[in-house]
């Protein structure tokens, strides 16, 4: 028989306070009660949850709920969740049900099984690649909004506050970015003033959107065309400057911390001794920026520089990789991670498995959909219970 002094079979002490888990009761008693667990210990344990079963801790008591808000447990899952190899996938794709349109994201499991996460009714939308378990989706109607697929929370952010003068070019382009210092997410948007392709004048706006505040702050334009998905790494969000990508010139950086515009150079390709084909283009791999070359429609190597030092601009060549093992080549593969020696390729509806030593010929394919159609997209994606509530302009989806 259990002492007076210590938690039942159907409680836990937290921090000094038992909870009774069948009611969400909560009973003040002394820290010497048998089975007293402290705060730190229980935030250490729980950090080590997939985000995705946390969440289902909120429906146990109003004190589950509110741990798995705390700042602590939120950074400290997030870092751990960051560090998980290999990551996971998450899939991001659109279709017709039922004469309705639907968005879907889905998580690809240890197992390569997909598992259908979170889908909502939509108009055409667009999605950044995640950041922190974030990701912003924007449409043709300047409808903005920040989701966590995890929690299944949305954020409506507020109307923008700048468009572009001609209907024509109104589509803005929006990005989404941490710093790992202010600790801050922000959305960055595009929108044209001025754009001619034939005389390549340009003239993009540019405003920011921070998260915790609830406007939009214009930061000033820039005189190019910006390419690519806009790559979010040490604290920059980076893009490849003009409409013709094949080999650029320059990579356009802008800093989440100063809101300021520079350019770095790009590797010096000819020191390779590398034939340049098909297209340049950027990614993140390993938390660092990325150039990616790879051809458009034919067999060949993919190579691809990283940027090892930001501050003194350092690349290096981080792999070459032959893809003539890709059976029915037609269109260049996508890098999402890479793991012990090996790059995931998405290419058209396949996952594949490439190692980075050209000695081993074997190509791995780990997965394949339809639903992975020319406009899907394939991430790699931390659970996290990063929260949107901002003064309670956020929604859920049961």
């Known amino acids: 028989m259990a002492s007076s002094g210590s938690p039942s079979a159907k409680e836990e002490q937290i921090g000094g306070v038992v ?9 003040n008693k002394t820290k010497k009660a048998v089975g007293f667990i402290p705060l730190d210990i229980i935030i250490d344990i729980l950090s080590r949850v997939p985000g995705s079963s946390l969440i289902r801790f909120r429906l146990v008591c109003k ?70 378990g974030l990701v912003c989706l924007y449409d043709y109607h300047h409808n903005i909004r920040l989701c966590n697929p995890t929690t299944r929370e949305f954020l409506h952010l507020p109307r923008p506050t700048r468009n572009s003068k001609s209907v024509l070019s109104s589509f803005p382009k929006c990005f989404l970015g941490f710093h790992p210092v202010t600790k801050k997410y922000k959305v960055v948007r595009f929108f044209y003033h001025q754009m001619n392709h034939v005389t390549e004048s340009y003239d993009l706006g540019c405003e920011v959107f921070t998260l915790g505040t609830w406007s939009w702050k214009y930061v000033g334009s820039i005189d190019c065309y910006l390419t690519g998905q806009g790559v979010n790494a040490n604290g920059y969000l980076y893009w490849t400057k003009g409409v013709n990508t094949v080999i650029p010139d320059q990579i356009v950086a802008f800093d989440l911390e100063s809101e300021k515009f520079n350019s770095i ?17 950027l990614v993140q791999l390993e938390g660092k920026l990325c150039v990616v070359n790879a051809p458009y429609d034919s067999p060949g190597s993919m190579d691809a520089w990283m940027l090892e030092d930001p ?50 010929k074997d190509t791995e394919c780990v997965y394949a959909d339809n639903c992975l159609n020319s406009s899907a997209k394939a991430y790699a994606f931390v659970e996290s219970l990063v929260s949107l509530d901002s003064e309670n302009h956020h929604s859920f989806i049961s």
């Open 265 to 281: 150079a790009v590797p010096d390709f000819l020191s390779y001794q590398i034939i340049v084909q098909g297209a340049m283009f």
């Open 311 to 360: 501050i003194n601009n350092v690349w290096i060549h981080r792999f070459s990789i032959s893809l003539h093992s890709i059976p029915g080549y037609r269109r260049r593969p996508e890098p999402i991670f890479i793991h012990n020696g090996r790059v995931l390729l998405r290419w058209l509806e396949k996952l594949f498995y490439k190692s980075l030593d050209n000695e081993q």
């Open 63 to 132: 004190l589950w709920h509110s741990l798995t808000y705390d700042p602590r447990l939120v950074d400290l899952h997030l870092d751990r969740a960051s560090r998980v190899a290999p990551p996971r996938v998450m899939l991001f794709f659109q279709n017709e049900e039922q004469g309705h349109r639907k968005f879907h994201f889905n998580m690809l499991e240890d197992t390569w099984k997909r598992r259908n996460g979170l889908t909502s009714d939509s108009d055409g939308v667009l999605s950044t690649p995640p950041c922190n």
């Open 19 to 27: 909870v009774d888990l069948v009611s969400g009761n909560e009973h």
